[in-house]
């Protein structure tokens, strides 16, 4: 069972960084899903699955996976490439680019 340590994105609805700072371990599923017949929900016999484990740091994520005698796989985070802008800036009398409306 390998374990994977990473630092998820922050969501679509998300407009800070709050909560995308931590890193977090989980398990990769070791066990195939079935899809049980009368309701049509799949399950799995894979309980390691449901596990999460949330870090302050990356070494500390790396440290326990170690301590614990897990086989882990780092992915480092992307970081995002934006340019903060202001609302105001639309307005500017110097604006780069055809004004719309």
């Known amino acids: 069972m390998t374990a994977r340590i990473s630092r998820p994105a922050k969501t679509a609805m998300q407009s800070g960084t709050a909560k995308s700072n931590r890193w977090l371990l989980e398990f990769d599923g070791s066990a195939a899903r079935t899809i049980e017949p009368l309701m049509g929900w799949t399950s799995s016999s894979d309980t390691l699955g449901q596990v999460k484990l949330w870090f302050d740091t990356k070494e500390e994520a790396i440290a326990f996976a170690t301590r614990n005698g897990l086989a882990y796989r780092l ?5 995002a490439k934006r340019r903060p802008a202001a609302y105001s800036d639309n307005f500017k009398h110097n604006r780069i680019g055809a004004w719309t409306h």
């Open 75 to 79: 992915e480092e985070p992307k970081e």
